[in-house]
């Protein structure tokens, strides 16, 4: 679909990106995405940094659609109870803005390195699409995220949905698929369990140590002003993504949004998760997403380090978030 063009090809992975992480979550498009793009890139024999940042960066800033899109959607849907379509509604046209602006810029940032036109290659393996483990898995996948979206127009939790489809694939990964059990234990992410629980116990720290109380204040004084609500409310979210990581700083965020008046909790809601979503792609530790990317690149020899990775990001993440808040604000005001 890139027609031999290197921009092109930067637009695609863009899209894809976009559509994984919307439907999946961001740490998905990381895991799954980057090592396609890289693979790509490698056989393509052309610079595979501009492509490798954006598996990365789209993940963070094209999360905002769906509430499984982020950890961080999940948890302020679910704590402030706010409906899953309408939320979606919502967060649709800032996400759109998200991602389109990202792309804009990295065109731009990247130009002197994206190749005008692409060398050809061939593919170095076929991929089989005709077996039976690869048709029952696609169609178990499809039925899992056709569930997920039903669950939630029917404002239900989403978690057994997850949890239920992702035994059924286990089940196909081990009946058709013939994997071991070790090594479909192997591919679940246990480590994030005891992260999300030490994160929530980092919460409790910075709630006695009176921050939540200054921040509430800070943001309360702006209520009354769409325009420095969601600035304050965004900017704060985000700061603090970067010093505490995305996942605490959602949840200092959601003791703050209690204190919010009704007439103002979604606007602001808003702001919070264009903050903690797309404000940690500023440095290597804001988001998993991020850190686990690091990790994938680091391994096949790719070497970025926090520096040379803060100058793409500095010139990116402030302008992505500026537009995405702007179009949160344009939003609430034509309502």
Known sequence: MSGGSGRRLLVNVFALGAIVTALLSLDVTVIVLTPIVYATVVALRVDPLPYLYACTFVANTGSLVFPMSNLTNLLVVDRLGL??????????????????????????????????????????????????????????FLVV????????????????????????????????????????????????????????????????????????????????????????????????????NNIPMALVM??????????????????????????????TVGSLATMLWLSFTRRQGVEVSALEYLRTSVLTVPLVLAATLAAITLEALRR
């Open 145 to 244: 995220l056709a569930c997920l979206f039903l669950a939630g127009l029917a404002e239900r939790p989403l978690w057994p949905v997850a949890l239920i489809g992702g035994a059924a694939l286990a089940y196909v990964a081990r009946t058709v698929g013939g994997k071991h059990p070790r090594m479909i234990a192997a591919g679940v992410s246990w480590s994030l369990f005891p992260f999300v629980v030490g994160m929530a116990a980092v919460v409790r720290g910075i709630e006695h140590a009176g921050l939540t109380e200054g921040l509430g204040r800070l943001i309360l004084g702006h209520a009354g002003q769409t325009v420095g609500a969601v600035v304050t409310t965004g900017a704060m979210a985000a700061l603090g993504a970067n010093l505490f």
């Open 83 to 140: 409906p899953f379509w309408r939320y979606s509604l919502t967060m649709a046209i800032p996400n759109l803005v998200a991602v389109a602006a990202n792309t804009g810029i990295f065109l731009w940032l990247f130009r002197d390195r994206l190749p005008r036109r692409l060398p050809g290659a061939k593919p170095a393996v076929s991929i089989a699409t005709s077996g039976p483990f690869f048709r029952i898995s696609v169609a178990v």
């Open 254 to 283: 959601l003791v703050v949004l209690g204190r919010v008046p009704p007439a103002r909790l979604e606007l602001l809601a808003a702001a919070t998760l264009a903050g903690v979503n797309i404000g940690p792609a500023l440095t």
